[in-house]
Structure formats: structure tokens, C-alpha cells
């Protein structure tokens, strides 16, 4: 399972497309409107009779400043003030959901997401933390998963000890590119030393766990400059790292109109990166986790795929997809059993909702059987790279060829291509195939005929 990818690049130009990133199935394309808080109370009633252990996520929208590649859900301002009304309401959020969960059930995963999470002041990380402790049932000897996103322009050496005090034991850093003229052409100056610092940081304070985020496809990028990039964060010894394809999509994402398009790599250069990429990591020792995302041999992420235990959710490849996961402030999305919802995306309509003392969910949906199909399949290749067809026909009383028949001519094709091996016992990828998994897993996604596929990123 573990065999190194197998660079082709003329197989990667055939079957490249547009796609989900799977960080769910059905994806968030497909949530509507009639979904609410009734429906999240309902499910949350249900993981509490089940007593099912929780991941919470906690989205914190706000940033000083604004890099023009981003497409996240952020608020972008100067003022430090605002931090302090959407933590009133984010506290009330938290102390709704609580009283609908059990004291017993413990949180195993937490993660702190942005925007930039330390936009807040210590004082205010301090409070949300002593709250969350309050509500739920947060573990305090250091096993539990525990993480926040930095941006090492916001942060230091007492956030980072502030941060070991309050519980964190891993941390995720964006720097995306360390070149100058790349760092200019995306507003994100952030110099070596600045990263360096919190990772020398993390590493003495004993954080279980550093990632780095990294961007190719950025404006002025060549290989070349990416190449040095890599390098100089492969120095740093980071434990996992994302290397992420950027999608310039200035009709979505208002901020990438600011990006000159003139300046952007044009396919070649950017599949020079990811090539050159990978076998800098490779050569370095990391492991291809999937999905952008590379790891250590020891790390907990390549010892769960090795085990069959790897899980893929909202927060991405996780050890902890057997929580329900619960999703809190603006824009936040929790799965709890078969319900997906998600709060509402606008700041001011979201601290209203509380205010009035409602729930913020605003849209979502009900899995159903053919969905709970489906998603174990993806899981599974996106995961696993190989899938055990008789344990899915004897999970949901399927005949597999039967179910998938229509897109079954597709994967012979991908099998005679070599991205896979098909038969009747399984679906295995082989290393030409695992860098488009994604694709692989497109075909089994009922819904993707009815999408406009120019809302996702290519797959490469």
C-alpha cells in the first residue's frame, strides 16, 4: 500500500478534472436550506444517547490582513475590537450546544480554524478556552488532539507557550511560499526567520505535531523558486506538510482579483512543481498521505493509513472521523451522525442569531442510504487507496457491480490506463493513480452530473 507514486505525466493530462476535495460526502455543494436547528438538536440528541466521543471545530474569522489567494470565510480588519463581540456570541453558541450533549462524551479532537486564530488576544484565547473546558468535556493530560492554525506574523514565542498552557499540542502554519516576488504578488509577507521561529517554538514547547501549508500555482512562481521553497521548509523538519493547487477563481473569490492572471504558471510549470515537489519529500522521507498531504513514517496520519484507520472529514485527513464533529462559530459545518449543517456564513446575521438566543444553522442535509454508499467508498479510496468490495456488499446488502454498473466501463478504463487494479475482490490504486484518487473517486459521486464543475479545483 505504501509503494512511491508513480509519476506519468501524460495519464495525469487525460484524467485531470475539475472536482470535490471529499472533505465529505455528499460535499457542501449539495447543502440546502431545509435543514435547521431543529434538526441539529435532534442529532445531537441522538449522539448523546449513543455517547459517541466529539471533534470540535472553532472558527475564529479574522485576519489583519489580506492575502489575495485566499478563499476562506474571513473578515478582514485592523480593529481588535470586533474580536470581542463575536466571542460574546460564540461563547453563547458553545453554551447552547453543550446542553444538548453529555458531560461523559469526550472531546478526542479540538481545532481552532480561520481565518487567524490568534487575532485574539491572549486574554480572549484564555476565556474561549476556559468556556469550551467549562461546556464540554475536554481532556487535560495531553492525549487529546489538539490543534490551531498560526500565521507566524501573528504569534511569538509567549503565544506559543500561552498556547502549550491552554492545551494545543499541534499546530498548522501557513506560509505558502518564502520567495520575495511571490510574497508581493499575494500580499503575504512573511519572511523565513518569521516561520523558523514558531516552528524552533513548537518543537522546544513539545507540540506533538507541526504542518506547514504550501500553495503552487501562485502568481510569479517558476519550479525553480518553488524547488528552493520546499527545501526550505523540508530544513525546518515539520511532521506533515500540504501541498495545496492553487484555483484561481476571481468570479468566486473576490480577493483573487487582485492577482494579474498574466503572472500566473501556466499547466507545465505547475505540474514541474508538483513534480519536483514530490521527490524532494519523497527523497526526504515523507509519505504520500493523499489529497495534497505528505507525513512522516512515525507521524499518527501515515500510521493510521498503514493500519486501515484513516478517516477523512471537514477537518480534513483525521484519526478521529469515528467523533461527531461539531462546528462552531460563522460558517462552521458539523457532521453529527447523517446530519451535515453548517451555521451561517455573514458576521453580523451570525452574532444576531445568538443574540436572540438561536442556533446559527442555516442549511445542511440528511444522508441517505445511497449516500452512506457512497461515502464508504470514497472514504475508502480516498484513505485506504484500496477498497474491499465484499465488505461493502456485506456492510449495505449490495451487489457492487450491480450498484455501480453504469460507471463501471469507466473504471476498466482507469484499470487499463494501470491507475488501478479492478476485480471481483477489490479496488486497488496503483501508484500511477494515487495522485488522482480524486478522480477516481468523482466517478462513484451521484451528484457531480448536476454540478457546474468550475466550482472546484482541478484535480493536479
Not at 503575504?188 to 507540540?207: D, G, K, M, P, W
Not at 484507520?309 to 462546528?327: A, E, M, S, V
Not at 453504469?406 to 486497488?428: H, S, T, V, Y
Request: proline share 4%; glycine share 6%; net charge negative.
Amino acid at each position: 500500500m505504501l509503494d512511491a507514486i508513480r509519476w506519468d505525466a501524460d495519464l495525469i493530462r487525460r484524467h485531470d478534472r475539475a472536482g470535490p476535495r471529499y472533505t465529505s460526502y455528499p460535499t457542501a455543494v449539495q447543502f440546502h436550506d431545509q435543514v435547521g436547528s431543529f434538526d441539529l438538536l435532534h442529532a445531537l440528541r441522538d449522539s448523546r444517547k449513543a455517547q459517541r466521543p466529539l471533534s470540535l471545530y472553532v472558527h475564529v474569522p479574522f485576519c489583519a490582513n489580506i492575502c489575495y489567494y485566499c478563499a476562506c470565510n474571513k473578515v478582514i480588519t485592523k480593529d481588535r475590537g470586533r474580536a470581542q463581540p463575536y466571542l460574546e456570541q460564540l461563547m453563547q453558541e458553545i453554551t447552547l450546544i453543550s446542553r444538548h450533549l453529555d458531560r461523559r462524551q469526550v472531546v478526542e479532537q479540538l481545532h481552532f480554524g480561520g481565518g487567524t486564530p490568534t487575532f485574539l488576544s491572549h486574554d480572549e484565547l484564555r476565556r474561549l478556552m476556559e468556556h469550551l473546558r467549562q461546556s464540554f468535556n475536554l481532556l487535560d493530560d495531553d492525549s487529546g488532539d489538539y490543534g490551531i492554525e498560526i500565521d507566524p506574523r501573528e504569534a511569538d514565542w509567549s503565544t506559543m507557550g500561552l498556547l502549550r498552557e491552554l492545551g494545543f499540542n499541534r499546530v498548522s502554519l501557513g506560509v505558502q511560499d518564502l520567495d520575495p516576488d511571490v510574497q508581493r504578488a499575494i500580499n503575504r509577507l512573511q519572511s523565513l526567520e518569521q516561520t523558523r521561529a514558531i516552528v524552533e517554538a513548537a518543537h522546544t514547547l513539545q507540540f506533538r505535531s507541526v504542518n506547514i501549508d504550501l500553495i503552487y500555482g501562485l502568481p510569479q512562481q517558476t519550479p525553480e523558486r518553488f524547488a528552493r521553497t520546499v527545501d526550505e521548509v523540508i530544513a525546518l523538519q515539520p511532521d506533515r506538510l500540504s501541498v495545496f493547487n492553487y484555483a484561481h477563481l476571481p468570479e468566486r473569490f473576490l480577493p483573487q482579483r487582485r492577482i494579474n492572471a498574466e503572472e500566473l504558471p501556466n499547466p507545465a510549470q505547475k505540474l514541474e512543481m508538483l513534480q519536483r515537489s514530490i521527490e524532494q519529500l519523497t527523497a526526504a522521507g515523507y509519505r504520500y498521505i493523499g489529497m495534497d498531504h505528505f507525513a512522516l513514517p512515525d507521524d499518527e496520519l501515515a500510521m493510521a493509513q498503514e493500519d486501515g484507520t484513516l478517516q477523512r472529514n471537514f477537518q480534513g485527513y483525521t484519526t478521529h472521523g469515528h467523533c461527531d464533529l461539531i462546528g462552531l462559530g460563522v460558517s462552521a459545518i458539523s457532521q453529527v451522525g447523517d446530519l451535515y449543517c453548517q451555521n451561517i456564513s455573514d458576521l453580523n446575521d451570525y452574532q444576531q442569531s445568538l443574540a436572540n438566543g438561536q442556533l446559527a444553522t442555516r442549511r445542511g442535509l440528511h444522508c441517505n442510504s445511497d449516500d452512506r454508499i457512497r461515502r464508504a467508498v470514497i472514504q475508502a479510496l480516498i484513505c485506504e487507496f484500496q477498497l474491499d468490495i465484499a465488505a461493502i456488499e456485506q456492510r449495505f446488502a449490495i451487489d457492487f457491480r450491480s450498484y455501480f454498473s453504469a460507471i463501471w466501463p469507466q473504471l476498466q478504463e482507469m484499470a487499463r490506463d494501470g491507475l488501478i487494479e479492478l476485480n471481483g475482490q477489490g479496488i486497488n490504486v496503483r501508484p500511477a493513480g494515487r495522485l488522482l484518487v480524486r478522480s477516481l473517486c468523482m466517478l462513484f459521486d451521484h451528484y457531480l452530473e448536476q454540478q457546474n464543475q468550475q466550482r472546484f479545483s482541478r484535480v493536479i
